[in-house]
């Protein structure tokens, strides 16, 4: 618990603040929209680990199997590869969880993408195990916002921006898979420090059901 204090008038006031413990934050959104500054920025905010579950986008991991990138349907096989990747990695969490029991899940999850859902509910599935609260949140940002983004990223890290009709394409054709009693945020105006605030002043609103959070 963190107290803080103020001499007022020779009086001690009293501002308690409990730390936060015990969730799984499951941060949804397509690329450019902030999940890991976001993460980052809370990670720092409720002592969390971040867990990036977004292998199947990762230009890296694609290079692996057959050279398929970022443009290219990725094969059942790699997807299912990839799966069991991921499941190693949730059972070294649940085996060895830090103290706090704070995990920051970040991911691009599609609707009526069955690798996607299978890959959520093994998280839900390992924090009604280990005890925790699963609370997730969709970033949601404008197309042009993205496209500036993920073109700053790419200025960045050297790398060419000549795939704007892929980022359209993907925006308008597909939908983010919103989980049950999902926080949707709008952060196109919103700087990162804003949007993690956000994310922890509804965690503190939140009281548990079935370890799924719900608002009161």
Do not use: W
Request: aromatic fraction near 10%; include cysteine.
């Amino acid at each position: 618990m963190n107290i803080d204090f103020n001499i007022i008038n020779n009086m001690i006031n009293f501002n308690t603040k409990e730390q936060i413990t015990g969730f799984f934050v499951y941060i949804i959104g397509f690329s450019g929209s902030g999940k890991l500054s976001t993460a980052i920025e809370l990670s720092n905010m409720i002592d969390a680990l971040i867990v990036n579950n977004n292998f199947s986008n990762n230009t890296q991991v694609r290079s692996i199997y057959n050279k398929v990138f970022e443009h290219d349907p990725i094969p059942e096989e790699v997807q299912d590869g990839i799966y069991n990747v991921a499941q190693i990695m949730l059972q070294v969490i649940e085996a060895y969880p830090i103290h706090s029991k704070n995990y920051i899940f970040i991911d691009e999850l599609m609707k009526n993408n069955d690798y996607n859902i299978k890959m959520y509910n093994s998280v839900v599935e390992l924090g009604r195990r280990m005890g925790t609260k699963i609370i997730p949140i969709v970033l949601k940002c404008c197309l042009p916002t993205l496209q500036k983004r993920i073109k700053l990223k790419r200025q960045r890290e050297n790398r060419k921006f000549n795939n704007v009709s892929s980022i359209i394409e993907k925006f308008r054709a597909y939908n983010l898979f919103i989980p049950p009693r999902a926080i949707e945020i709008e952060n196109s105006n919103m700087s990162i420090k804003e949007v993690a605030e956000e994310i922890t002043s509804q965690m503190y609103k939140f009281s548990p059901v079935n370890g799924v959070y719900e608002k009161e």
